[in-house]
């Protein structure tokens, strides 16, 4: 009605910080400290969710028997990306896999490397290759190479 109507344009800054909470921080703090991928147990179920999380996606059953799966894996599917986005943690072309760990009963979203695109197969085993420096993040796993 009487109101202006202003636009800026531009960028506004709006830091946040995450915390991973009791849980995150225990499956974080193995893979920097151990190298040990962490799963959860259903107690309900048995399931075992990777990444761990609080709640049963499949019968909401509360969660907290972790467990270590494998740092092995199948491919369940893939996708190239050749577009940069700001969230990538590397430049393009950059692979993303859906990999069922061995011990795991779901897959998890993590990069692909040391294979070149034409190489890729859904059902190729992989295992995750561990950067030298940890902090305690997901990207703790540099990617997932083929198994020879």
Do not use: W
């Amino acid at each position: 009605e009487d109101k202006d109507v202003y636009i800026y344009e531009g960028q506004i800054s709006i830091p946040n910080t995450y915390t991973a909470g009791a849980l995150g921080t225990r499956v974080l703090s193995s893979l920097r400290d151990k190298k040990q991928i962490l799963g959860i147990r259903c107690p309900s179920c048995n399931r075992v969710h990777v990444p761990a999380r609080s709640t049963c996606k499949d019968c909401f059953a509360q969660l907290d028997e972790c467990v270590e799966v494998s740092d092995r894996g199948t491919v369940l599917t893939y996708t190239v990306v050749h577009e940069r986005n700001p969230c990538q943690p590397v430049e393009p072309p950059l692979v993303y896999g859906v990999i069922q760990l061995d011990g795991a009963d779901n897959g998890f979203v993590h990069m692909l490397g040391g294979v070149e695109a034409e190489q890729l197969q859904i059902g190729m085993r992989v295992q995750a290759v561990f950067k030298k420096e940890r902090t305690g993040s997901i990207l703790d796993i540099k990617y997932f190479k083929p198994l020879g």
